[in-house]
């Protein structure tokens, strides 16, 4: 079984501050997908990304996947009370049936 | 635009008892999944099928069975609920870039 280990498990911090959250792995995924899960509401996608090195860009949030394609991490500038969610990523690790492998998730609560 | 739609949206069991979890996507996407997501441990996969006619286990099946009706419907039905399946249920399905979810099942077995 393929994990991934998603860091910190739970982030407080006030409206304004940065903050960056780590999904690690030891194994390669041949795509890595952020997800954001509001209380009472399944998870949404925010970003896939899929060669080494990618760096994605969704208004305030930065994505990268590492270079080798077992980590990525997500950087969020200038939080806002808006942001606050349980952030997800999961990993496809190939093969001929799609299915991904979730991290247990970054509980963010930014603060007003 | 429904997207995925699950229902019930929360149901208590008594222990024993069985019943069904209905999903439904309107997106043609091939692929559909049920996760169960409990505190501390994440998401995890107890069946997908990965096409109509075609259904796999996933990381902890025992206890449930699934039923792919059509390209459109993935059931999961519980046979005989036990506390340990005390869970929020998601069904998903997918494009290969990613899934789309469904609003959940609050499932409570007492």
């Known amino acids: 079984t393929q994990l991934l280990e998603q860091s910190p498990q739970f982030l407080s911090i006030q409206e304004g501050e940065n903050l960056t959250v780590y999904c690690n792995s030891s194994?390669?995924?041949?795509?890595l997908q952020w997800y954001r899960q509001e209380p009472g509401e399944g998870p949404v996608l925010l970003v896939t990304v899929v060669t080494g090195g990618e760096v994605k860009k969704l208004k305030r949030l930065t994505f990268q996947f590492g270079d080798a394609r077992k980590d990525s991490s997500l950087h969020i500038t200038a939080a806002q009370p808006g942001d606050t969610g349980l952030y997800l990523c999961?990993?496809?690790?190939?093969?001929?049936?799609?299915?991904?492998?979730f991290g247990k998730g970054t509980l963010l609560t930014v603060n007003p | 635009n429904a997207g995925v739609t699950q229902t019930p949206k929360f149901q208590v069991l008594k222990t024993g008892q069985s019943m069904t979890l209905q999903c439904a996507q309107d997106m043609n996407h091939n692929s559909m999944y049920w996760y169960r997501q409990d505190p501390g441990m994440g998401l995890r996969l107890i069946y997908y099928?990965?096409?109509?006619?075609?259904?796999d286990k996933g990381e902890v099946p025992n206890g449930y069975n699934v039923s792919r009706l059509n390209k459109r419907e993935f059931s999961l039905r519980l046979e005989s609920a036990a506390p340990s399946q005390t869970s929020v249920y998601f069904c998903a399905s997918s494009r290969v870039s990613g899934y789309t979810f469904g609003s959940g099942t609050r499932l409570t077995v007492v």
């Open positions: 999961a990993g496809d690790s190939g093969g001929s049936n799609y299915k991904l492998t």
């Open positions: 194994s390669v995924f041949s795509s």
């Open positions: 099928s990965a096409s109509e006619g075609t259904t």
